[in-house]
């Protein structure tokens, strides 16, 4: 059975953390959640990890994480609304095992576009966290939304590509109705790629 280590932070409202919680305990993903670390004692998250018996621990300084994980040996970490940047020793150390979600469309290459389910250009939102990200398919007038879900590179906001999901853009949509929809399938995204990683 795979070995799995979520991060979370003040940042995220512990969606994701939950759907890989619910992922494991319905025996969709083959692991079991060995720790769930933040960088503060605030993060909502936390609750959830609580509520579920999971081994808890806070990290407050970046450059302490690579020792954490180090003890824990994980095979894979999944980042969940953390807001610390991960320092490149920790993506030497784990190479393709840390999980990213990205409030965008990711290419494949970095030079490369991704198609919408219509046939138009996805934004990739590079550098773009969250609202921001969401705002920006408004402001770009796009077609569809989407995440994606990836291995962390050394290259900002890219890496290979694990899965992607894409949700269409209403007439009547706010940032909050939109990210609402789009949550619900990165939440499930997440269990779909963990599904076939921890199974393999």
């Known amino acids: 059975m795979k070995r799995i280590v979520v991060l979370i932070s003040n940042k995220g409202t512990g969606t994701n953390l939950q759907a890989i919680i619910d992922g494991v305990e319905s025996g969709q993903i083959n692991a079991q959640v060995v720790a769930v670390i933040s960088d503060t004692e605030e993060a909502l998250g936390l609750q959830r990890a609580k509520k579920h018996h999971l081994p808890i621990e806070i990290c407050p300084k970046k450059e302490d994480l690579l020792f ?67 705002q920006n398919f408004f402001d770009n007038k796009a077609t569809y939304a989407g995440c994606t879900n990836h291995f962390l590179s050394y290259e900002f906001d890219f890496g290979p590509v694990l899965g992607r999901c894409f949700e269409k853009i209403l007439p009547n949509d706010t940032v909050d109705s939109l990210y609402t929809r789009l949550k619900k399938k990165e939440n499930d995204l997440y269990v779909k790629v963990l599904h076939k990683l921890c199974k393999s």
């Open 68 to 134: 954490l994980l180090k003890n824990l040996n994980p095979d894979y970490i999944c980042l969940a609304g953390w807001k610390q940047i991960i320092l490149d020793e920790v993506i030497d150390t784990f190479p393709n095992r840390i999980l990213n979600t990205h409030p965008g469309l990711i290419p494949d290459t970095i030079d490369g576009v991704v198609n919408n389910p219509d046939d138009t250009d996805a934004l990739w939102n590079r550098g773009k966290m969250t609202d921001k990200a969401i």
